[in-house]
């Protein structure tokens, strides 16, 4: 297998180098290429860099394995992704892996992150995507071990071509990790309010206010699987077409007249 290693927390995240590094030792491939923005663009989700031209740099003291590489890009998780797969590497990957994330993304989460917009970029491109997050920044080995294990498992899965996996972790010891619950997304209330400060010159700056808490987070969501201890696996649909609504729409087209 040729992998395809991703996030948004950055190249040098603990999180993507302790998957780089249980890759490199417990699991079987022939390429194994990180891929990753310069810094940090948590909640870049799916944008692209378009105005300005994009460097990946290649930082060979982070691999003494030539089967492995370590680049980072001054762009967008998205960007990284879709150079690894359109060209800027010298062979085509085989599944994009993106996390480890610090930080969970689960429910209304998924619009904004990067670490599932990487994901998102590699099924558009074609091939099998995982975007897995730990629901902290301490147990990035028991993240590790819940992705090799699903990957040890791939080939059992039959994911449809417009499905990525999203997979958060609680912020545990391996030893104490229940398992594996299938979920669905769940529902954060809205956001806090804008924290407004002032900047040395007297003028208004603003910081994004915290996430909302959880709101619909009932038995078979990824936010309660996660707080009874269990990894959660969502499958995530690409297509965003509300096909429910369409009817309603039809109708209302009928008799439409454009006066």
Not at 55 to 79: A, E, Q
Not at 146 to 167: C, F, Q, R, S
């Amino acid at each position: 297998m040729k992998i395809l290693l991703s996030n948004d927390d950055g190249y040098f995240a603990p999180g993507i180098q302790t998957v780089f590094q249980m890759l490199k030792q417990d699991f079987e491939f022939s390429r194994l290429d990180i891929v990753a923005p310069e810094r940090n663009r948590s909640a870049a989700s799916n944008s692209l860099t378009l105005l300005e031209p994009l460097r990946m740099d290649l930082h060979p003291s982070l691999s003494d394995d030539p089967r492995c590489r370590v680049f980072s890009v001054n762009g967008t998780p998205t960007d990284c992704v879709h150079l690894g797969m359109n060209g800027a590497l010298d062979y085509q990957p085989d599944i994009v892996l993106s996390g480890i994330n610090a930080g969970a993304n689960m429910g209304d989460d998924v619009l904004y992150s990067g670490t599932v917009a990487a994901a998102t970029e590699g099924r558009f491109l074609g091939k099998p995507s995982i975007a897995i997050s730990l629901c902290g920044n301490q147990f990035f080995e028991t993240a590790s071990s819940v992705l090799l294990t699903v990957l040890n498992d791939l080939p059992k899965i039959a994911l449809t071509p417009d499905t990525i996996i999203n997979i958060n972790v609680p912020d545990i010891p391996l030893n104490e990790l229940k398992g594996i619950k299938v979920t669905r997304l769940g529902k954060r209330h809205i956001s806090e309010p804008v924290v407004k400060e002032v900047d040395p010159r007297g003028l208004p700056i603003y910081w994004i206010g915290p996430a909302g808490v959880a709101a619909d987070a009932g038995d078979g969501t990824d936010f309660f699987a996660v707080e009874q201890g269990y990894a959660s696996i969502t499958p995530l649909k690409i297509d965003l077409s509300h096909y429910e609504m369409m009817d309603a729409l039809q109708s209302w087209e009928k008799g439409l007249v454009i006066s």
